[in-house]
Every structure is written in C-alpha cells, then in structure tokens.
C-alpha cells in the first residue's frame, strides 16, 4: 500500500517542505519547494500566509504522516522565538487536517539519509538526490532538509533515539 509522507523544515521566511511516496521498496519524490514570507510583511502576516500554502499543499498531496524537525537552540533568541511561532503555525495545521505527526532532531534526520549525524548540507542533498533517484540536487536547502525529513520518518527506525 503506498503511504505518503510530508516532510517540513519549519522557518519563518522559508518553510521547506517535501512530500515522498513509498510503494513498497520504490521511493518517488512528488514535490518540494518552500513556502517564502515577505520580510516587509508583519509577523501575524507571514503566519498566515505559512499556513493557507501550507493546508494548500496538504489538500493537494493528502499525505498520511507529517514529520517535522525539531528546532535546536539558536544563539540569536530572538529568532529562535520567532522560527518557533513558524513551527507553531505548522503544527495546528497538521493538527487541523488530522495528520499524524512526528519530529526528529537534525542529528537524526542526518544519521537516517546518510550514516552520520553530522553530514554537512551537501551530503545530506547528495544522499537525498540518489535516494529519491532525482536527476539534480534539490534546492533549496530547506527543500532538501524537508525531502530528508521524510525520508527519516519512514525509515524512522534508523533513527537513534536521543
């Protein structure tokens, strides 16, 4: 039975996102891309706008798992505040289209797409390009994060516990 899974680098200029299907041993990739804001535009503005692309992608694609990164402490406080109102909005919405939910840390997402939870940016798109079969390594960075997110989520029981 095919299962889809949407994977989401949560951010509050870009929100990464990608959406995998597995059939079997066959993983196709669907889609990726981010969702961008206007650094013009007031924060209550650009949670919306996160969430309406959002519950856009979830109607279209009807995934059954969302996986989301968790976020790790961020020097500058402010924005870490700030990604994690993102990272809010994207929870209700998972929560408001009643899929199940789970998270992992970037040291797990690493160590389930490439053997190691420090593998830099580019190895984590080089494994997500061959894994997914892609013809190019997918950009942007937060895309591929997302790609690698749900990637991990399926094969969560690569994924060490921390």
Known sequence: MAKIILGIDPGI??????VIKSEGSKLTCLTYGTIKTSPQADLITRLEVLHAELDKIIKKYQPDLAAIEQLFFNKNVRTALIVGQARGVVLLTLKQNKLMITDYTPSQVKQAVSAYGQASKKQVQKMVKLILQLKE???????????????????????PKN
């Open 137 to 159: 390594l997918p950009q942007p960075d937060d895309a591929a994060d997302a790609l690698a997110i749900a990637i991990c989520a399926l094969n969560c029981r690569l994924c």
């Open 13 to 18: 200029a870009d929100t990464g996102y990608g």
